[in-house]
Every structure is written in structure tokens, then in C-alpha cells.
């Protein structure tokens, strides 16, 4: 036995290495591979479909039961978190758009911290149009310039 792995090993050292040795097929490979993947599926299902036949009337009803009550509860959460969202827009002025996208225990955290930072872009008193007006009506193409280059670089 410790023959055989001995002369195992000396014939796996004297294979030729780099380029002459043979190339592996690496679609042949991929497709073996998938093979089994997928035999292995189908044999999953199978188990499956044996498991599920052998359960009694009972246990297959109190499964359904325990897969409705999760979902129950899941849409409950969902719905709690879509309130408070409601609840917070209305509140703090925020979009309810963005609340809906945040979870539920940093909403309030979130919208306090967008009222922080939000900024009108524009405003009457420096708008492009109320700076160029503001000379009586006469149009300066360089303060026309001037108000536009401030306001989109902001």
C-alpha cells in the first residue's frame, strides 16, 4: 500500500510541466460541472417532493399557517414603517419619496439631518433674473454673466 503511493507520487513528479503538458479543457470542464449541479438540484426537489408527501394533513396545514403568519407580519412591519414615513413628511417637510427608501429606525435621524442640509437653490434676492433687473431695466451682459456663473457654481 505505501508502495503504491510512493510510485503514485514519483509518477506524478516526472509529468512534464508549462507547455508539454496537456491543456485541460476548461469548456469540457464547465459543462461536467454543470452536469452535476444540475443533478444535484433535481435530486434536491426530489427530496423535497418525498418529504412533503410524507408529512400529514396536518403538519402541511400548520406549515401554511406559519408561512401566512410570517408574511402577516412582515406586511405589518412594512405598513408601521410606511406611517411613520407619513407621519415624519408630514412633520419635518421632508419628501416622502426619500423617507420611504430608509429604514424604519433612522428615519428620524435621516429627515432631521435633510432639513439640515437643505438649501434652496434658488432664491428672489439672487436670482439670475433679480440681478439682472436690478438696474433699472438696463441688461449689463457682464453682470447677466456674472449672476448666472455664481449660480451654478454654488
Not at 510510485?7 to 508539454?20: C, F, H, K, L
Not at 402541511?60 to 403568519?69: D, F, G, I, L, M
Request: negative net charge; glycine residues 4%; charged residues 35%.
Amino acid at each position: 500500500m505505501a508502495d503504491e503511493n510512493i510510485q503514485a507520487q514519483d509518477e506524478a513528479v516526472d509529468e512534464p510541466q508549462g507547455d508539454a503538458k496537456a491543456k485541460t479543457d476548461w469548456k469540457a470542464e464547465a459543462r461536467k460541472w454543470e452536469a452535476l449541479a444540475k443533478k444535484g438540484k433535481a435530486a434536491e426537489d426530489e427530496l423535497a417532493k418525498l418529504k412533503e408527501a410524507q408529512m400529514t394533513e396536518q403538519e402541511k396545514a400548520n406549515a401554511r399557517a406559519e408561512k401566512a403568519e410570517a408574511e402577516l407580519a412582515e406586511m405589518k412591519a412594512e405598513a408601521e414603517r410606511l406611517q411613520l414615513a407619513r407621519e415624519l413628511a408630514a412633520r419635518e417637510s421632508v419628501p416622502l419619496d426619500l423617507l420611504e427608501l430608509v429604514p424604519a429606525e433612522n428615519m428620524e435621524q435621516f429627515a432631521k439631518l435633510f432639513k439640515a442640509y437643505q438649501v434652496p437653490i434658488h432664491s428672489a434676492a439672487t436670482s439670475v433674473g433679480a440681478r439682472i433687473n436690478a438696474g433699472n431695466g438696463k441688461v449689463n451682459p457682464r453682470d447677466a454673466f456674472v449672476a448666472f456663473a455664481e449660480q451654478q457654481f454654488k
